[in-house]
C-alpha cells in the first residue's frame, strides 16, 4: 500500500476507450418506449433529437467503445484527474478505514458533467451540427455544454429554469462566458413557453418545462439544431466511465482494491461513471464482496422510496417512456440545496442492478450532508458542491461503521465537482437557515398515480 | 518540442526549497524603516507581527530555504501545479508564437496565494501561536490564509474590507466555510475602527484600514496573536517561487526555454513567484536576452508612473516604510475589476530589478483585460480572475506581436487563479458596463506629496 496522498495517472494513461456496460449486464434492459405511441423507439424516432452516432451508442452491445482523438484531446485539458487518499478526514473520523476520492471537480465547468458534453459536442459537430438546445436547472450541465459547444464551434442554447436564472446569476454568467445564449424557462422563444407566459406570467419554470422548450427549439428551429441530454441516457453514463476507468488504475497505484464505492446519484450519469468500472468486476465474479453504494437526497429518494413502473422521463411527458424507479413525472421536488439531485427518476440499468441487488441505496438529509461538506472542506480543503456532499456523507457513513466495527476497510467516493457556485446554500447551512425535509408519502402516492398505463 | 498540451511533473519534483533571489541580487536591497521612528527595523520590531523564522528570512541570504515536510505535505494537495500549452489561443490569435501558461487556479483557495498562507500558518503553529489576524480586500488572500490556518489548527480573524463583504457575500462564505472568523471592515472590534463607526457609520472601508485594524488585533489581543500578509514582504514572495521552479521544470519537459514570461502585479508576490527562477537565469547570465514582463492596471500603475521613494506600506501608515515604486500610501484606487492588484506600492525587490532595468513593466486597460479573458476561457475553457486576466493580456500582446514579426518565441504566462468568484464583473463587461479608466496624473501628484520625509 502507498503512503501517498495523490494519485496522477500520467497522460499516456488517460482512458482510449469508454466502457459500456450493457456488454456485461446479466439481463435485458426494457424496451424504451414512444411517448406517443407507446411502442418501442427505434433509431428513427431518435433522430431529430440526437445524431445517429450517439443514438448507436445508446444500444451498443460492444464492451469498449473508442474514445474518439479529438475528445481526448479536450479531456486532457484536467483528465486523467487526481485520486486522492483523504487522510486528514481519516484522522478527523478515528477511522481505521481509509478513504479514497476521485475528483472531478478539476474540470473547467468543475464537476463531471463536460466528460459528456465534449463527447455530444463532437458527434454533433461530425454530424454537421451547428446548434444545439439544452436545458439547465442548477446550471451545472448547462455549464459543461457551454464549454464544450465553444470548443467545437457549435452554437449553445439554454433554457435555464426561471429559479436558478434569477438566484444563480453568477452560473449564468459562467455559460456566457463561454459564449453560450441562456434565456429564462419559461421563455417567449417557444410555443411551449409562451403558452405558459400567458397563463401565468410570473410562472418560476420547471426542469420538466425547460426540457420541453429546448425538445421544441431542436425540432422546429431554422437553423439546424439538436438536443443534448446530461444525464439519464445509456451513452451519458458511458460516457461518464472514464472517471471509475482511472479510478481503479489509480487505486491500483495506490495498492488497494474498495470494500465499499460510493457516489451521490440523481439521474444516474456521476454513480454510474464512477462505479461501473469496478461494477464490472462484480458481474464477472472478480469482486463478488464488493459494495456499491449510491446516495439520494431524502427529499427526491427515487430509489428508495420511488416505485418500479413505465414513466415519463420528463414532467411534460415528451420524452420516451422508461421503466425505471420513480417518484412520478409529475413529483415537484422541494426546495433542497441538493442541485442536479432533484430528479423523479433513474436511468434504467441503474434500476436494473438496484433490482438485482447488485448495487444497494441509501437517502441522506440535508443537514447531515451539509455536515459532512463542511467537515470535509475544513480536513481536505476543497468545498464539494452540495450534490457531492451526499457521496461525502454516504462515506463518512461507511467510515464511521468501520470505525465502529474495526474494520479497516477501503472507501473511494466520487467527488463530483467543486461548490464554488453554490456558496449561498453554505451561507444558509451556517447560518441555521437550512432545515431537513421528510417527503410525505402522500406526496409520492399522488403523483404515482399518474403514471403512464402502458 | 514536445507535442503536448499539458505538462505534469510527479509528486516526486515538487520543489524541496524555495529560491530566495536575495542571494543573486547584484545590489542591496534599501533598508527597511520604522514608521515610528525612521530607522532601520530590526528583528525585534516585527518580533510581534510576525514568528522569527519567518523575520529571519525576511532577510536571509542563503540562495535555497528548505520547505518544511509539513508545507510540502498540503502543497501535494494540489502541487505541481499543471503547465499547459495554449493552443487553441495560439491559433486563434494565428501566430506563431508559442504560448504556455502554469496554472495556480487548481488551489483550494483558487489562486496562488496558499503558497505562503500554508508556509505562514506552518511556521507560526511552530512558534506555538494559535491566532492569527489578517485583512482582505478581494478574498483571495482571506480565503487562502482560512483555508491554511484550518488544516494547521490556528484560528484566523479576518477584517474584509465593508465593501467587498457586503458584495462578495461568496468570498466570504468561503472563509467561513473554512472556519474562519470574518468581520466587515471598519469593524467595532478594534480602536481603528471603532473611531471610524463613530464619526461615519455607513464608512465602507479601506484595504489601509483593514491593515490597521488586523494590526492592531494582533498587538493587542488577550489570546496571543500574530500578523499576517499577503504580499510584498521577501519572505512572502520567496514562498511562492515554488510556482516559477516547478514551471522551469515543465517547460524543460516541453523542450523549450522561454523568450519571454509574463504575470500580473500588484504587491508583487505572483509576479516574484512565477518569474524569479528565470530571473536567476538572467542575473547568472544564462539567459540574458530573456524578457521579464509585469503587467499592471492602467488604474494603479504603481510601476509604470509612480515615483521611486520611501513610502508606507499601508494607507495607514502603521506599517514599515520601504523604498518603492509607490502611488503614494493615501492613493484610493478606482472601482475598477482588477481584485488584489489595486495596490499603492511593490515588493522591493521588484522596484530595484525594474530600476536595473532587469524587468519591464506595461499597464493595461480594464476592457483590454476582460476582452482577453473572455478569448482565453473560450479557447482554453478556464475563466481566469480578473488580476490573471491581465497577464492574459500581457501574453496575447506579445503572441500578436510575435506574428506581426513573424518571430516563433516561446511566451510563458503565470494563470495566477481562476475567476469563479469573480463572475459580476465578467456579468458587467459583457452587458458592456465596464468603461476604461485613465488615472489622472494629478492624482499621483497629490499622493506623492504626502510621502513621509525620511
Not at 401565468?200 to 429546448?214: F, K, N, R, T, Y
Request: aromatic share 8%.
Amino acid at each position: 500500500m502507498s503512503d501517498a496522498v495523490k494519485f496522477v495517472l500520467p497522460d499516456a494513461e488517460l482512458p482510449r476507450c469508454w466502457y459500456n456496460i450493457q456488454a456485461d449486464l446479466p439481463f435485458e434492459l426494457p424496451a424504451v418506449l414512444h411517448p406517443g405511441t407507446k411502442k418501442p423507439v427505434g433509431p428513427d424516432d431518435l433522430a431529430p433529437l440526437f445524431p445517429m452516432a450517439l443514438i448507436q451508442q445508446e444500444v451498443a452491445r460492444e464492451r469498449w467503445i473508442d474514445i474518439p482523438e479529438p475528445v481526448r484531446d479536450v479531456y486532457r485539458l484536467w483528465r486523467p484527474s487526481p485520486l486522492y487518499r483523504a487522510r486528514r478526514l481519516e484522522e478527523a473520523l478515528q477511522t481505521p478505514a481509509r478513504i479514497y476520492y476521485k475528483h472531478e471537480g478539476v474540470s473547467p465547468a468543475g464537476s463531471h458533467k463536460p466528460n459528456t458534453a465534449v463527447a455530444q459536442a463532437f458527434y454533433n459537430r461530425e454530424a454537421g451540427v451547428r446548434r444545439i438546445a439544452t436545458e439547465t436547472g442548477a446550471g451545472q450541465w448547462g455549464s459543461a455544454l457551454a464549454f464544450a459547444g465553444q470548443l467545437f464551434g457549435i452554437d449553445v442554447k439554454i433554457y435555464m429554469v426561471r429559479v436558478s436564472y434569477d438566484q444563480k446569476p453568477y452560473r449564468r454568467n459562467l455559460m456566457e462566458t463561454w459564449g453560450a445564449k441562456v434565456v429564462a424557462s419559461p421563455s417567449p422563444d417557444t410555443n411551449a413557453g409562451r403558452k405558459v407566459l400567458a397563463e401565468d406570467p410570473g410562472c418560476s419554470g420547471s426542469l420538466g418545462l425547460a426540457i420541453s422548450e429546448a425538445v421544441e427549439d431542436a425540432v422546429t428551429s431554422q437553423t439546424p439544431t439538436r438536443y443534448s441530454l446530461g444525464s439519464v441516457l445509456n451513452h451519458v453514463l458511458m460516457h461518464q466511465t472514464v472517471i471509475g476507468l482511472e479510478a481503479k488504475r489509480q487505486l491500483d497505484l495506490a495498492g488497494v482494491y474498495p470494500d465499499v464505492v460510493v457516489a451521490c446519484i440523481g439521474g444516474g450519469s456521476n454513480f454510474a461513471g464512477f462505479t461501473y468500472p469496478f461494477v464490472a468486476d462484480k458481474l464477472s465474479g472478480k469482486a463478488s464482496r464488493l459494495r456499491v453504494v449510491a446516495i439520494e437526497p431524502a427529499a427526491t429518494p427515487s430509489l428508495t422510496r420511488g416505485v418500479y413502473a413505465y414513466d415519463y422521463g420528463d414532467t411534460a411527458m415528451m420524452a420516451p417512456i422508461v421503466k425505471m424507479y420513480t417518484l412520478g413525472h409529475g413529483f415537484m421536488p422541494a426546495p433542497i440545496h441538493a442541485g442536479g439531485l432533484r430528479y423523479h427518476g433513474m436511468a434504467s440499468s441503474i434500476c436494473e442492478l438496484y433490482r438485482a441487488q447488485l448495487i444497494e441505496a441509501r437517502a441522506v438529509q440535508q443537514l447531515a450532508t451539509f455536515e459532512a461538506g463542511v467537515l470535509f472542506a475544513r480536513c481536505e480543503g476543497i468545498v464539494p458542491a452540495p450534490e457531492a456532499a451526499h457521496a461525502i456523507r454516504g462515506a463518512i457513513d461507511e467510515a464511521i461503521r468501520c470505525r465502529e466495527e474495526g474494520r479497516r476497510e477501503v472507501i473511494a467516493f466520487n467527488l463530483s465537482g467543486h461548490g464554488h457556485f453554490d456558496m449561498a446554500s453554505y451561507e444558509k447551512y451556517l447560518a441555521g437557515k437550512l432545515e431537513d425535509y421528510e417527503l410525505p408519502q402522500a406526496d409520492i402516492d399522488r403523483a404515482v398515480a399518474a403514471l403512464p398505463k402502458v
